[in-house]
């Protein structure tokens, strides 16, 4: 996944021009307006930690390609097995480039020139912990480090990991630039509402433990790619969050934390975008939005 950086000029805030909303019909009109000056199509999930109840959802069942937003559910599954004693974190990993289409069983390799992480192509042939294969994964959303863990637990597993946590439209089928797979429409996909459903369920430990949930909130929280959710949120606001990129479609999903306490769910899909910059724009205003409304 390779991301562009905005132009400085793009990075207007919007939301600045709005007063801060009180109620949730207040953030959705706002919302509604705003991305009816972009053309593509979006959805937005958005959850209060502290309170469940207080929820938007725009669009959020709708279903999207997921990019690298499947990111996530990979590492979730990779913590689960290790938890069950299945493999460490710790452990010696290939690092290989052949990989097989989930089509015919062909095989296909991954090029540094449409990965985001181009690093890792230079240690071929070597072995890495799988504890530092999915750090890259998510915080420089490397496809060869993604194509390497998802052989490694499954996305079979992954996928059935999510419907345990009642999350009963994501699908994780298969790993990066499964090219025969792509041409016959076997994507991995998503939806706002599931996606919202995963990183809840990360910060309440409902899968594993809180020291292996804390430990996938700190790799989030690396992220390199900070353009959507947390572009025009204050310094002292933290966000834990995956991004997912291909062309005509922008992504951005993870938790909130504010300074004092206070924490959210935001996850902001978008596909269909004839200017992704004027889409991205829209995400990273519609993210500060919603930080008005909790931090009102």
Request: net charge negative; with cysteine.
């Amino acid at each position: 996944m390779l991301f562009r950086f905005l132009p400085l000029g793009l990075l207007i805030c919007f939301a600045c021009a709005q007063p801060s909303p009180s109620t949730l019909i207040e953030v959705e009109k706002i919302i509604q307006g705003r991305v009816s000056e972009v053309d593509g199509d979006f959805a937005v999930a958005f959850q209060h930690l502290d309170n469940p109840e207080d929820q938007l959802l725009i669009n959020a069942r709708e279903e999207f390609h997921a990019a690298s937003t499947m990111k996530t559910p990979v590492m979730l599954e990779v913590y689960k097995q290790a938890e069950m004693d299945e493999l460490s974190l710790d452990d010696s990993v290939l690092v290989k480039n052949e990989f097989y289409s989930i089509v015919d069983s062909s095989t296909y390799s991954l090029s540094p020139d449409d990965d985001s992480y181009s690093e890792l192509y230079e240690q071929i042939g070597t072995r890495q912990s799988l504890r530092d294969l999915v750090y890259h994964m998510i915080i420089s959303s490397s496809n060869l480090a993604t194509n390497i863990v998802i052989e490694l637990v499954g996305a079979d597993k992954t996928t059935q990991t999510l419907r345990d946590l009642g999350a009963n439209d994501i699908q994780v089928r298969r790993g990066v630039e499964d090219g025969k797979a792509y041409r016959q429409g076997l994507n991995n996909t998503t939806t706002a509402y599931d996606l919202m459903q995963l990183f809840a369920a990360i910060n309440q430990q409902e899968v594993v433990s809180d020291q292996a949930s804390q430990a996938m909130i700190d790799i989030l929280l690396d992220q390199r790619f900070n353009e959507m959710i947390p572009a025009q949120l204050p310094n002292d606001v933290k966000v834990a969050h995956k991004t997912g990129w291909i062309t005509g479609l922008h992504h951005d999903s993870g938790i909130v934390f504010l300074p004092d306490g206070e924490s959210y769910v935001l996850v902001l899909l978008s596909k269909n975008l004839t200017d992704e910059d004027a889409g991205v724009q829209a995400l990273s205003d519609i993210s500060k939005v919603i930080y008005d409304y909790v931090a009102h």
